[in-house]
């Protein structure tokens, strides 16, 4: 797995991801990374799509994740909401 330990804040960190449309946020404590809002084929927040992480490098890392997976279920299903109901 790549090295992100240069990215020390979510700031910075968000704006690494935010043209890949991703995000990572902090909720009850917890890192998550999730599709930025506005992501098409996707809500954002969704329980679906939001991924918890150990820590920031770990959600910068499955964020990455998240979008190499988008690219392939677009290419087979056009949308990733039916892709990710269909492998539900």
Do not use: V
Not at 14 to 24: E, M
Not at 49 to 54: A, G, V, Y
Not at 61 to 75: I, S
């Amino acid at each position: 797995m790549k090295d992100f330990s240069h990215i020390s804040s979510m700031n910075e960190a968000n704006k690494f991801l935010a043209p890949k449309g991703l995000r990572i946020f902090k909720k009850g404590g917890e890192f998550y990374a999730d599709f930025k809002i506005g992501t098409p084929g996707y809500d954002a927040g969704d329980e679906g799509t939001m991924s918890p992480c150990l820590d920031l490098q770990d959600a910068i890392g499955t964020a990455l994740h998240m979008n190499t997976w988008r690219g392939e279920y677009l290419a087979r299903f056009g949308n990733l909401k039916a892709a990710y109901l269909k492998a539900s």
